[in-house]
């Protein structure tokens, strides 16, 4: 029978499992997570930011804004879901504190938001949530809706050169 190294052995647990293989975020495969994404050949490092605070109320809400049919987000959505961008894993309407964002990477604490027309006139209420997020360590990628619909290449070129300046190696 093999033996377990278990640190919890002397609260009586000797028939648990080891530790390791039970991440937080649910089963690893067998292939070693790493900690890291390469994107254009530069190295990027995880920075998660978790136990971020959620007021659970919004989260009807956040459903119907994914399921709403946004065409530019649905656009975006097609180019990074299934991690299809650099392996990255995206949220769509990730709920932060009281407020829905378009799209969060949880390993980088990075917040994309597509503007349009829904944020005409509400650049105080942008800034004090964008303040908000800063607050909790979290960056903000922004993109605009004319770019998704007429130059999706230039959204993924500006997004990976954001992720590498920000999260790359050297990076501050």
């Not at 530790?19 to 995880?46: F, R, T």
């Not at 809400?61 to 399921?67: I, T």
Request: hydrophobic share 35%.
């Amino acid at each position: 029978m093999q033996q377990f190294n278990n640190p919890h052995a002397d609260f009586g647990a000797q028939h648990s499992p080891p530790l390791e293989g039970c991440p937080q975020d649910g089963v690893v495969s067998k292939q070693i997570a790493k900690n890291y994404y390469v994107i254009n050949d530069a190295i990027v490092y995880h920075q998660p930011k978790l136990n971020l605070p959620c007021n659970i109320k919004l989260k009807d809400r956040a459903k119907l804004l994914r399921y709403a049919e946004n065409l530019t987000e649905i656009i975006f959505w097609m180019q990074i879901t299934k991690k299809r961008f650099h392996e990255i894993d995206f949220d769509r309407q990730r709920i932060i504190g009281n407020y829905i964002v378009d799209f969060y990477v949880k390993k980088l604490g990075l917040i994309i938001e597509i503007d349009g027309a829904s944020h005409d006139d509400k650049e105080v209420y942008d800034k004090a949530r964008e303040e908000y997020f800063i607050s909790l360590g979290l960056k903000i990628y922004r993109i605009t809706v004319d770019d998704v619909m007429k130059n999706m290449e230039f959204v993924k070129m500006g997004l990976e050169e954001y992720i590498i300046k920000e999260y790359g190696i050297g990076s501050g």
